[in-house]
């Protein structure tokens, strides 16, 4: 089974990889359900550009955060559409300071959205994979999960906790044809990284061989390699995929 025809979660959906991931997948055919946090007006755009595309795009409105919300919403794309063949854990928030001025709130918010996040959509979807005997599992992670930045504690921490989290979970689930991999980019051109002031972009970019920032489009072409059974094998789990233009050579 390509990707046409798939059933996809993919949380974070309404802007920067999101966004782009969620274009991507309806693109070449696929039913995709994304999250969305506050900004309406950039998840219907997405919406209206989903609507020329050859699959389908619905947005959910939620706090990721919320175990009770994401369960209600998973249990409602499974109801509509059938079943679900992809989850992506994509929502992450940035709060970037050195340890010593971080507060407990800067931490907190950070490991809820991008760890606790992720826990809360894939365990809601995996009994579902399980019953099914089939699924794809991707969490979005970073370079900075596997380096470390300076200033980023509280998301290096979460991202790299979210690299133990596919290797656990993989060998939990590959008996039941269940592949679980990870995707990890080096700096984006986002809107959070188009926020960041030229010194610390320069500071990104530091011995990058490539000497520029990732594309959207390249790590929504990852995203769809992964998620597509006539491309990446069921044989593919556990693996972490850098993209990080050479960083880590």
Not at 79 to 107: F, P
């Amino acid at each position: 089974m390509s990707i046409e025809g798939k059933n996809i979660i993919i949380s974070g959906g309404s802007r920067g990889i999101g966004k782009a991931v969620v274009l991507l997948l309806a693109e070449q055919g696929a039913n995709v359900a994304f999250t969305f946090l506050n900004n309406k007006d950039a998840a219907n755009d997405v919406i209206s550009k989903g609507k020329d595309l050859k699959g389908s795009v619905k947005a959910y409105q939620l706090d990721i955060r919320d175990q009770h919300k994401v369960k209600k919403m998973v249990a409602d794309v499974i109801n509509q559409w059938g079943c679900i063949d992809v989850v992506i854990n994509n929502a992450g928030i940035r709060q970037d300071k050195t340890l010593a001025l971080m507060s407990i709130e800067n931490w907190n918010d950070v490991l809820d959205t991008n760890l606790n996040g992720a826990f809360y959509l894939t365990q809601a979807a995996i009994f579902h994979m399980l019953k099914k005997k089939s699924g794809r599992i991707i969490f979005i992670s970073s370079i900075s999960g596997i380096y470390g930045i300076p200033g980023q504690v509280n998301y290096s921490s979460a991202k790299a906790a979210l690299l133990g989290f596919t290797r656990s979970l993989a060998k939990e689930v590959a008996p039941y044809g269940i592949s679980v991999n990870a995707v990890a980019p080096g700096g984006v051109v986002t809107d959070m990284t188009s926020s960041m002031n030229e010194k610390d972009k320069e500071k990104l970019l530091q011995g990058v061989p490539m000497h520029r920032m990732c594309r959207l489009d390249e790590v929504a072409n990852v995203v769809k390699f992964l998620a597509d059974d006539s491309a990446a094998p069921e044989y593919l789990t556990g693996t972490v995929i850098p993209l990080d233009g050479g960083l880590g050579l």
